[in-house]
């Protein structure tokens, strides 16, 4: 067994070039189990979590572990908070199958990130394949945020009410496309956001016109205040249509299941996990 922090040292001094799972240590002796892209940009790239919807007519309910399990609620304003607690989840081998996260969240020092949307139930050996969009930053941005998610998150709480749309939203982050482009990044959101999003960019932070956080925009930039139809993971409260833009999902399928007609994004968004690394 290697003793390593990340996937970066389980290649660097292991020698190790194949995708696949590994077990990694943390800096108090914990061990855990997770997935390892040794392949993208130079590879050496951790699997660290994953946001997965199972059910997005369910608002905030039992699996909306990236926004709130006990409903949409004003007295709870950061939810499930587990965008910036050590709380873990699931299992690397789960990971498109239900919400994931591992010790590797807090714990590495990272400065890039990839992201990977994966089609629901794809298993772990065909993750790269089936992908319907991979993308990583290059300019080790996390340097600026604290070397991971959960330190960036301290920083900007997901909680409502902390502030207003664009002017109090966190950092986007430039992105260099593995699988996709800016065109077809914001193809698979709905269409009437389009005129709100610029692709090329992942997004933290980003609050809704009602004062909601969301935790994400994978690929894109706001340029507007409908941010629940776009970025996925949030806050415990979403006034607007309340409980409908609560959820790990928020308000992706508005207008109707997958239908991509005018706030609803694609049936290939909506049924893909997305897939969180740090290099
Ligand atoms: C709608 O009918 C509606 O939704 C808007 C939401 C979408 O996030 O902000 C506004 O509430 C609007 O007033 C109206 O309720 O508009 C442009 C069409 C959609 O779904
Ligand atoms: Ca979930
Ligand atoms: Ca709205």
């Known amino acids: 067994q290697f003793n390593a922090r990340n996937c970066k040292e389980v290649k660097d001094k292991y020698g190790q070039t194949e995708n696949g799972l590994y077990y990694l240590n943390t ?7 997770t997935f390892c892209d040794m392949t993208t940009a130079g590879g050496g790239w951790t699997l660290v979590a994953s946001v997965h919807e199972d059910n997005i007519y ?6 909306d572990r990236w926004t709130s399990q006990q409903g949409n609620n004003a007295n709870w304003p950061q939810g499930e908070g587990n965008w910036a607690n050590r709380k873990t989840f699931g299992t690397v081998e789960a990971a498109t199958d239900d919400d994931f996260k591992n010790p590797g969240y807090y714990d590495i020092e990272a400065e890039d990130m990839s992201v990977w949307h994966v089609p629901n139930n794809t298993p772990v050996n065909h993750w790269n394949l ?11 941005f996390l340097h600026l945020y604290g070397g991971n998610l959960y330190q960036l998150f301290h920083s900007y709480p997901v909680e409502y009410n902390v502030g207003a749309h664009l002017s109090d939203n966190g950092p986007s982050i430039p992105i260099v496309y593995d699988l996709g482009d800016k ?3 914001k193809n698979v959101y709905d269409p009437y956001s389009g005129g709100e999003i610029e692709g090329g960019f992942i997004s933290f932070r980003a609050i ?3 004062r909601a956080a969301t935790a994400i925009c994978s690929g894109v930039k ?15 409260f979403f006034p607007e249509a309340n409980p409908l833009q609560c959820g790990d999902f928020t308000g992706f399928a508005w207008n109707g299941y997958g ?4 706030f609803s994004a694609s049936k290939q968004m909506l049924e893909s996990a997305v897939l969180l690394f740090y290099r």
């Open 58 to 63: 369910g608002k905030c309910m039992v699996g």
């Open 183 to 185: 065109e077809s990044t």
């Open 130 to 140: 089936a992908a319907i969009m991979r993308y990583h930053t290059d300019r080790h």
């Open 259 to 262: 239908t991509h007609i005018g």
């Open 222 to 236: 706001p340029k507007g205040g409908n941010v629940e139809h776009y970025c996925i993971g949030g806050c415990g």
């Open 208 to 210: 809704n016109h009602e």
């Open 27 to 33: 800096a108090t002796g914990g061990v855990y189990q």
